[in-house]
């Protein structure tokens, strides 16, 4: 078993990185993980989804440690698929940009459209994120328990809801918010709907004294990339998303 102050030191040597994993401490979700640590070097096995999530940071030797598994989904840096391919097989990959709020950049969009979104509004929520299945826009581990956090803000147009954004992960006691659950009616974009409501889930963020402010945002996607470094958002690191499964015999 790993040292978690070991562990919680190592995360905050690169922050913006380790956005996550860090937000994986919180007394929330610290029953999810399993830590491994070798050296300066660790890896983080998160499991509440089913097929865990592998997160990494150091050097690509502490994959040595990992148990057997037979699948994962990848949040790794390039350095480590090698080390990955030695024990499993991948599956499919994608470079993905981890970007960082620069608060000193953070250029505000203040609407008067956009109003806070609980737990009341999660089934219209996901009638709005189910406007992206077919075109496959549709966002990524979006739970109602995120509606718990209060990071949620939407846009309505005539009492429907055609824009909203939030959090994947926030964590008051790490001080870190990870930006997600993005996402506008594919017929109301080009009308500055997902800018307004990054930017009111950031400044709900910022009021709240957060330290750390991130995102992911697959690195194919300019149109996302543009809309965030408008906002003060700069790229940290490429890494790579993806997932393995055990090399079949």
Same mark, same amino acid.
């Given at each position: 078993?790993?040292?978690?102050?070991?562990?919680?030191?190592?995360?905050?040597?690169?922050?913006?990185?380790?956005?996550?994993?860090?937000?994986?401490?919180?007394?929330?979700?610290?029953?999810?993980?399993?830590?491994?640590?070798?050296?300066?070097?660790?890896?983080?096995?998160?499991?509440?989804?089913?097929?865990?999530?592998?997160?990494?940071?150091?050097?690509?030797?502490?994959?040595? #440690? $990992?148990? *057997? %598994?037979?699948?994962?989904?990848?949040?790794?840096? +390039?350095?480590?698929?090698?080390? @990955?391919?030695?024990? /499993?097989?991948?599956?499919?990959?994608?470079?993905?940009?981890?970007?960082?709020?620069?608060?000193?950049?953070?250029?505000?969009?203040?609407?008067?459209?956009?109003?806070?979104?609980?737990?009341?509004?999660?089934? #219209? $929520?996901? *009638? %709005?994120?189910?406007?992206?299945?077919?075109?496959? +826009?549709?966002?990524?581990?979006? @739970?109602?328990?995120? /509606?718990?956090?209060?990071?949620?803000?939407?846009?309505?147009?005539?009492?429907?809801?055609?824009?909203?954004?939030?959090?994947?992960?926030?964590?008051?006691?790490?001080?870190?918010?990870?930006?997600?659950?993005?996402?506008?009616?594919?017929?109301?974009?080009?009308?500055?709907?997902?800018?307004?409501?990054?930017?009111?889930?950031?400044?709900?963020? /910022?009021?709240?004294?957060?330290?750390?402010?991130?995102?992911?945002?697959?690195?194919?996607?300019?149109?996302?990339?543009?809309?965030?470094?408008?906002?003060?958002?700069?790229?940290?690191?490429?890494?790579?998303?993806?997932?393995?499964?055990?090399?079949?015999?």
């Amino acid at each position: 078993m790993a040292d978690i102050a070991v562990v919680r030191s190592l995360l905050r040597e690169d922050r913006p990185w380790s956005l996550y994993a860090l937000g994986d401490l919180d007394p929330r979700r610290a029953q999810y993980c399993d830590w491994f640590v070798r050296g300066r070097s660790l890896a983080l096995l998160y499991r509440e989804f089913g097929t865990p999530i592998l997160f990494a940071a150091g050097e690509p030797d502490v994959i040595a #440690e $990992l148990p *057997e %598994l037979d699948a994962c989904l990848l949040q790794v840096p +390039e350095r480590f698929l090698a080390a @990955i391919q030695q024990r /499993l097989d991948l599956e499919w990959t994608c470079p993905v940009l981890r970007m960082a709020l620069d608060m000193a950049r953070f250029a505000r969009c203040p609407r008067s459209d956009t109003h806070p979104l609980g737990a009341a509004d999660e089934q #219209e $929520l996901r *009638e %709005l994120y189910e406007d992206g299945r077919e075109s496959g +826009e549709e966002p990524d581990f979006f @739970i109602a328990t995120q /509606l718990g956090d209060g990071t949620f803000c939407g846009v309505r147009d005539g009492g429907r809801l055609v824009a909203a954004g939030g959090t994947h992960l926030y964590s008051a006691s790490e001080s870190v918010g990870a930006i997600g659950n993005v996402y506008t009616r594919r017929s109301h974009r080009g009308r500055g709907h997902g800018e307004a409501v990054v930017s009111a889930t950031v400044q709900q963020l /910022l009021e709240r004294g957060t330290e750390t402010i991130g995102l992911n945002v697959r690195a194919a996607n300019t149109g996302a990339l543009r809309l965030y470094e408008r906002l003060g958002f700069r790229v940290h690191v490429g890494f790579f998303e993806g997932r393995a499964v055990r090399r079949s015999r």
